[in-house]
């Protein structure tokens, strides 16, 4: 009974270990120091209402961890949509108002100030508004990503 359980703890120990080179190695990281003077924002022709992107880190559109962050401007609207992986996100600066659900309701949006962390699960409907100005967010995720967006009469 020993040995089986030590040659289980084995070979459990070589896969798991066999994964997490194979892991570390496919999603390896390059050195990269990206200061704030130095971001350079991308006009997003799939985003709505101006909104701006920068790719920290990885590729969103390839299987791999990825960082970016959004540039919301003053008034944006994001209707109700959903991502396919799971998402956090913080509040780099302005104050975002967000919320869960399948249809924008201004009354059940949270305020959310400079430095609030939060969760996108994965095909999980949510809706916010950079409703005082400018909002920034950092978004990570485990890519590909991409965004359906969800019928709704309540703009």
């Known amino acids: 009974m ?8 084995a070979i459990f120990f070589a896969i798991v270990t066999g994964f997490t080179f194979a892991f570390i190695q496919s999603n390896s990281l390059t050195p990269k120091i990206v200061l704030p003077g130095e971001v350079k924002w991308n006009a997003n022709p799939n985003q ?4 701006e992107t920068i790719v920290l880190a990885g590729d969103p559109q390839k299987e791999g961890l990825y960082t970016m962050r959004f540039r919301i401007p003053a008034g944006t609207k994001l209707l109700p949509h959903w991502h396919p992986e799971n998402r956090t996100a913080v509040i780099l600066s302005g104050t975002f108002y967000y919320s869960y659900g399948n249809s924008f309701n201004e009354d059940k949006l949270k305020e959310m100030p400079t430095g609030t962390f939060f969760t996108e699960p994965a095909r999980q409907p949510h809706f916010a508004y950079a409703k005082k100005g400018e909002v920034i967010i950092q978004v ?14 309540n703009k």
């Open 48 to 51: 709505n209402g101006g909104i």
């Open 140 to 153: 990570t995720g485990w890519g590909p990503t991409g965004t359906t967006q969800l019928q709704n009469d």
């Open 2 to 9: 020993k040995i089986y359980k030590s040659f289980s703890a």
